[in-house]
């Protein structure tokens, strides 16, 4: 499994951009064999989960050489933001890693076809949503959409990755290792640039529903 996942570029430093690389192709992989598979029913396992509430992210790339071909996917992660703009997806699964190196993770589906462009691209950018951005969310959670259309944002200062407007925090990275797991990528990304708004509420996600904090 570990042969599919394309070497990528270790980042050079934190105002340094690195340079692209190459992406994966959209695979037609199982997880695991059929006598390796756990007897956890995973309709279960994504009820239990479910039990875990997380804050919101969209992770964004800009348009990278080679984007000719729109896209779509059927998971979280759809992307049909147009052939040659900027790249985007809605992600719950997000969380830092490390301090020194700064280093942050997200994980994207196997199946996605939002990724390989991000992988192109080799930055990215994770903007935290706030209480309010619910709607954002769905938006960059659909398939079949531009989902950048009407949306505002900016280049983040280092590598260039759309920063939306109004959110609360972002992340600028640029792509530091990528490793599989299981039916997920497990992305790496050593952070360049980052900002926050004080007095800014999460918006936070519990079984399938968006809430916030309550004083």
């Known amino acids: 499994m570990a042969a599919t996942v394309v070497r990528y570029l270790r980042s050079v430093g934190a105002a340094t951009v690195a340079e692209p690389v190459e992406a994966l192709p959209r695979p037609d992989l199982r997880a695991v064999g059929d006598d390796e598979r756990s007897p956890v029913d995973p ?33 979280t992660d759809a992307d049909t933001d147009g052939a040659s703009g900027p790249a985007g997806f809605a992600c719950q699964s997000f969380a830092s890693l490390s301090l020194d190196p700064p280093l942050v993770t997200f994980m994207v589906a196997r199946t996605s076809t939002t990724w390989p462009r991000i992988a192109r691209a080799g930055v990215f950018c994770v903007n935290i949503l706030g209480a309010d951005q619910g709607e954002l969310c769905r938006g960059f959670a659909v398939s079949g959409a531009d989902k950048f259309a009407g949306v505002a944002h900016r280049p983040s200062p280092v590598t260039g990755s759309p920063r939306l407007d109004d959110v609360p925090a972002w992340i600028d990275c640029t792509i530091h290792a990528v490793h599989t797991g299981g039916d997920h990528l497990i992305v790496v990304g050593r952070v360049a640039a980052l900002g926050a708004r004080e007095g800014s509420e999460p918006l936070l996600f519990h079984r399938g529903r968006f809430g916030r904090f309550i004083a």
């Open 43 to 75: 309709a279960e396992l994504r009820r239990v989960l479910g039990s875990f509430a997380s804050g919101v992210t969209v992770i964004t790339a800009p348009p990278a050489n080679g984007d000719t071909d729109s896209d779509s996917d059927g998971d």
